[in-house]
């Protein structure tokens, strides 16, 4: 499926791990509190959203980056 994109493999599970940490720092807001805007609710859910959609494609991917690949 990841050739129908356009992207290797790897690169998909790169991805993941990119919307992964974004997903993180969201969280870290949520936790500050200063998560209450809508907005910021708004892209939060986008990007759970996407790294549903990812990891469906791709599957699980380790903890750290550097075993991606």
Do not use: C, W
Not at 39 to 55: G, M, P, R, V, W
């Amino acid at each position: 499926m990841a050739k129908a994109f356009g992207f290797t493999h790897d690169e998909l599970k790169l991805l993941l791990v990119a919307v992964r940490q974004m997903r993180r720092t969201f969280e870290q807001a949520r936790k500050a509190g200063a998560a209450t805007d809508p907005s910021i609710q708004a892209y939060a859910s986008l990007y759970d959203d996407l790294f549903e959609k990812l990891l469906d494609m791709v599957g699980p991917v380790p903890e750290n980056v550097e075993d991606v690949l």
